[in-house]
Structures are given as structure tokens and as C-alpha cells.
């Protein structure tokens, strides 16, 4: 949350049966401080980020009892420095440089005050009924050669003329590397940015919406991999497996089908993620529905 005409921001974790978490990133030089110390709320942890400059980038990973680094589950831009590099200019203009040698490893959160919020120009836009629906899947990765949505978004008539009017995007959510089909996610409001800007992104469902065509995001609530913070918080490093005390995973998956980390739908923090991620993408990005 910004506060104070975005010179400020109040982060909040969910982490309970833990003990300490630090906030280090670029407002604090990467240091573990006192003020970097979140206050600990029964099992929330917080703290306020002050003197920020609107405009601004600021990295950050959140330290957990001392060990764990993570960045933020719900942040919605995060560096991966195994895989940022690879990644064209032409497709994420402007890329938030990965802090290299600040950090031991892993995924870091982007805290954007003062934000431009994006111009929606198709207010009008009224979604069909579900029955009405004539639904082209696609794949970003293959089904354009730049992979990106500024070249997705100049398709869209070849679409329309094809009769089509909605498109289930495969899912688009943070995954792991690069190069996937998109069912393994490990953040759930972060664009994936190898498609492109979160207004990139905003733009091709802007324009989709003004030709009559409803934008559907596929996603996979089943699973999630290591790297998600959900995961990596609570996790038995021995068996390789979400901890018995994971408030969001069985330790083993229910069923013979599942791949990578079984989330437990039946505790409450899985069932307010799933709520949450669903009022962020209808809201955020004028979703039209999920598959």
C-alpha cells in the first residue's frame, strides 16, 4: 500500500510460525537494520517503507529467520537473475536491472511508487454471454515470432475474421525460466515479462476488448512450483517438499496426477490467494474471465 502521495509504502507478510523477518533492498542499501525489522502481528509480519521518490524503482527481498530470502508473493514486477538476461529490450523496454552482488540469489520484488496508472480507452465494453462464446486458445511463445504482446495485440483482426470472439490466453502469471507452456507459476500477480510490460499486457486486452473480443486467462490454482514464496517459506529441504506446516501445501500431492507442489484448498490462506488473485486480474486488467 503507498501512502503520503506515494512517498511511502506499508509492506505486510503473511508468515505464521515464524519468528523474525527483515526488509533489506535499495532504500536500505541491501542491509539487514533495525528499521528494516518488520513488526511481528500474530502470524502478519509489517513495516513502512519511508522517503520514497515517486517514479522510482526500489528492489527488495524480504530475509526470513535468517535464511530464507524471498520476494514478495503478491508483488506484481519480479527479477529473476537466472533468466531476465534473456529477454529482449524490444519486448520489456526499460527492465529494472536484476541486484546483482547485493543479494545471495533469488527472485526480488519492484516496489513502483507513483505508478501512471493506464488510460483505458474501451469503457464501453460489455462481455458477451459465457453461451455466446467462441473461444480461440493460444499461446503466446508460438504464436507470434517476437513472443510479445505488442505484436499479439496487431493480430487481433486476423482473430476477429476468423469469427472468434474470445481468446483464453495459456497462462500468463510469473512461471519459472522463460520458455513454457505456463503451468508452472510462481508468482500469481506478476505478468510473466517475457511477454512483456504489465501495460503491454493492459493495451492488447484494451484493444481486444474495443473489437467486441473478451480476453480469458487460463491458470493453474492446482500447483505451484518451488520458487514460489507460498512454497519456499515452509519447506522440508531434506525430502525436497512443502514443511508439514506449509499453511498453503500438503506435503505430498492427493492425487497421481500432479506435478511440482499440491496446494491444500481446504486451509483458509490458499482459499483468500485464490480470492485475491481473482479481484486483482478481473480488477487490475479487466480480465473477463478464467479457465
Not at 473461444?135 to 505488442?150: H, K, P, S
Not at 499479439?152 to 481468446?167: M, P, Q, V
Not at 493495451?203 to 486467462?217: P, Y
Request: hydrophobic share 35%; aromatic share 16%.
Amino acid at each position: 500500500t503507498y501512502e503520503n502521495n506515494n512517498t511511502e509504502a506499508v509492506l505486510i507478510l503473511y508468515a505464521p510460525l515464524k519468528n523474525k523477518i527483515s526488509v533489506v533492498g535499495d532504500f536500505n542499501n541491501w542491509l539487514q537494520t533495525c528499521n528494516g525489522l518488520l513488526k511481528k502481528d500474530g502470524d502478519y509480519f509489517w513495516t513502512r517503507i519511508t522517503g520514497l521518490t515517486p517514479g522510482t524503482n526500489y528492489r527488495f527481498q524480504y530475509i526470513v529467520d535468517d535464511t530464507i530470502r524471498v520476494a514478495d508473493p503478491y508483488s506484481e514486477l519480479v527479477l529473476d537473475p537466472s533468466n531476465d538476461q534473456y529477454i529482449s529490450p524490444a519486448t520489456y523496454p526499460n527492465m529494472p536491472a536484476y541486484p546483482t552482488g547485493k543479494t545471495t540469489g533469488g527472485f526480488v520484488a519492484v516496489l513502483s511508487p507513483g505508478e501512471a496508472a493506464y488510460n483505458w480507452t474501451s469503457n464501453s465494453y460489455v462481455r458477451p454471454d459465457k453461451k455466446d462464446l467462441m473461444i480461440y486458445e493460444l499461446l503466446v511463445r508460438d504464436f507470434t515470432a517476437a513472443q510479445n504482446w505488442q505484436t499479439l495485440k496487431d493480430t487481433l483482426n486476423y482473430i476477429k475474421n476468423l469469427g472468434f470472439n474470445a481468446i483464453e490466453l495459456m497462462p500468463i502469471n510469473e512461471f519459472d525460466g522463460n520458455n513454457s507452456w505456463g503451468y508452472n507459476p510462481c508468482f500469481y500477480f506478476a505478468p510473466d515479462k517475457a511477454y512483456g510490460t504489465k501495460n503491454a499486457l493492459k493495451a492488447f486486452i484494451d484493444q481486444a476488448h474495443s473489437l467486441g473480443i473478451s480476453v480469458i486467462q487460463d491458470v493453474a490454482f492446482n500447483h505451484a512450483t518451488g520458487q514460489s514464496p507460498l512454497a519456499a517459506m515452509w519447506w522440508n529441504s531434506t525430502l525436497s517438499q512443502p514443511a508439514s506446516n506449509s499453511p498453503y501445501f500438503y506435503q505430498t500431492a492427493q492425487h497421481p496426477y500432479n506435478v511440482f507442489n499440491d496446494f491444500n484448498h481446504n486451509t483458509e490462506p490458499t482459499k483468500l490467494h485464490v480470492s485475491r488473485f481473482i479481484r486483482h486480474w478481473l480488477t487490475e486488467y479487466r480480465m473477463d474471465g478464467f479457465r
